[in-house]
Nanobody, 113 residues
Framework: QVQLVESGGGFVQAGGSLRLSCAASGTIVRFNTMAWYRQPPGKQREWVATITSGGSTNTSDFVKGRFTISRDNAKNTLYLQMNSLKPEDTAVYYC???????WGQGTQVTVSS
């Protein structure tokens, strides 16, 4: 069964850090372009960051310099390191494989002011 399972979300104060993980099964992370998206409360889902199979990364302007996407090939896991968190980063964060439109179930991140 092909699936993505996120973890690492939680409650943090502004300025704090969290690292999200996305464990993949039935698919090989390093062979695919992978991405993180988020959906703030009452808003549409938005793109956060992407890593290609070649290892190139890109992040959205609103997290650039604060968030880093990476992967561990041996663990077949995707990560999102989030630093200097702001209340506006509060959202459900989703792991995504664009090929085949595969999504994880999401993990909640709440940042208090």
């Amino acid at each position: 069964q092909v699936q993505l399972v996120e973890s690492g979300g939680g409650f943090v104060q502004a300025g704090g850090s969290l690292r999200l993980s996305c464990a993949a099964s039935g698919t090989i992370v390093r062979f695919n372009t992978m991405a993180w998206y988020r959906q703030p409360p009452g808003k549409q889902r938005e793109w956060v960051a992407t890593i290609t199979s070649g290892g190139s990364t890109n992040t959205s302007d609103f997290v650039k310099g604060r968030f880093t996407i990476s992967r561990d090939n041996a663990k077949n896991t995707l990560y999102l390191q989030m630093n200097s968190l702001k209340p506006e980063d509060t959202a459900v964060y989703y792991c995504h494989r664009p090929w085949g439109a595969l999504w994880g179930q999401g993990t909640q991140v709440t940042v208090s002011s």
